[in-house]
């Protein structure tokens, strides 16, 4: 059984860094692509960070460009997202996903595995 854990958000103030984690079970991060998706409240999910098989690319939504990054250890089967310089506009229920495809997807559909969502909220 697939299970993809979030951890890591909490509430923080404007300015503040934060690390989220994604713990994966039952699939292996080394032969998938990551991703990470957020959804605020009255809003649609949207596209946040993705990475490759290998690790080697990346690809970010233009609202966080320069201030996320997004990782993933393989041996550790752990996927993470730095989140530095947080906004107002950044807080929402952040999930973690899993593709089998190649490359860095930026849409859900290419996803087969969600995680529950970890809360970032961000007061200013």
């Known amino acids: 059984q697939v299970q993809l854990v979030e951890s890591g958000g909490r509430l923080v103030q404007a300015g503040d860094s934060l690390r989220l984690s994604c713990a994966a079970s039952g699939l292996t991060l080394r032969y998938n692509s990551m991703g990470w998706f957020r959804q605020a409240p009255g809003k649609e999910r949207e596209f946040v960070a993705a990475?490759?098989?290998?690790?080697?690319?990346?690809a970010y939504a233009d609202s966080v460009k320069g201030r996320f990054t997004i990782s993933k250890d393989n041996t550790k089967n752990t996927a993470y997202l730095q989140m530095n310089s947080l906004k107002p506009e950044d807080p929402a229920l952040y999930y973690c996903?899993?593709?089998?495809?190649?490359?860095?997807?930026?849409?859900?559909?290419?996803?087969?595995?969600w995680g529950q969502g970890t809360q970032v909220t961000v007061s200013s």
């Open positions: 990475i490759d098989w290998t690790g080697g690319s990346t």
């Open positions: 996903a899993a593709s089998g495809l190649f490359g860095t997807p930026r849409t859900g559909s290419a996803y087969n595995y």
